[in-house]
């Protein structure tokens, strides 16, 4: 935004970065219709400065610092998410938050259009205006940084609080979303927080969340520091379902166990993923195939 007279003027308003027709798989949401088609939208700028930042080319510069922008008002990205014949729309790879006023008017005409609303964030908003925009958000996936105030600071340049604040929003509003943890090495693959995390998760929230746990790369400013180990990530998976998380995940690693979806109660294979794509498949709407539990998401 820029100040003019006492009025705040949005810079990114029909800025579009980044346009893409995704796998929800990509973002990651694995319980909210699965193997549908997602048109993925993204502006510029963010309101953290993450040292680990995977999209900094976007999220750390301003649309008039950049030589190409994408110029798409709401009523046009809804002609192009039905031309990619996607059953959602997501606000994503910079920080949603940074564009608010053009996700929001999007949202609220994508409702209209019956159009999904998928909100891919760090989480990072005030109360009020993220309970106007639960009116019309139909999934999100929260990045939980860590449960580390210290390193939410050094590492991000925000605070946990504000992040937990608004896991518990969309819990009271009814919004279905998953949690997503980066581990990144010497920072987040601490077991005991892994541990106090999914404890105040299991309080606060429940068991049904999906979390998905996904595997850092080097780069931007931590482009020195290794790849995070598959055998961290397997490690936490089994802390969190041990915790009685009932869906724990693996991303950014080929570990297919870490993939698929399966019955918290029977513990049978509900979903094979093997990449964006699923072979087999085993609900009954929202019910799982061999001993009918309830299975918490939105289904096909």
Known sequence: YYNRDGDLYSLNYAQASSLAADPIEKKPLFHFYPGSQVFSIGGWGCNFHCQDCQNW?????????????????????????????????????????????????????????????????????????????????????????????????????????????????????????????????????????VKQMCQWILTNLGENYPLHFLRFFPKYKLDRLPATPISTLIRFRKLAMAEAIHYVYVGNAAYPEGNNTYCHNCKKLLIERIGYFIPTYNLDGNQCKFCKTEIPGQWV
């Open 57 to 193: 080319e976007i999220s750390q510069t301003r649309p008039h610092d950049v030589p190409r922008t994408y110029e798409l008002f709401p009523n046009d990205v809804i002609e192009a998410a039905k031309k990619s014949q996607a059953r959602s729309i997501a606000y994503t790879y910079s920080e949603p938050i940074t564009f608010f006023e053009y996700m929001i008017d999007t949202a609220r005409l994508a409702r209209d259009n019956r159009i999904s609303n998928l909100w891919i964030s760090n989480g990072y908003i005030n109360r009020k205006p993220f309970l106007e925009l639960c009116k019309v958000l139909d999934a999100a996936n929260v990045n939980l940084k860590s449960y580390s105030d210290a390193i939410y600071k050094k590492l991000n340049g925000g605070r946990l609080q504000p992040v937990l604040d608004t896991f518990k929003t969309m819990h009271e509003q009814g919004v279905h979303f998953e949690m997503t943890n980066l581990v990144v090495p010497g920072y987040v693959d601490d077991d005991e927080m």
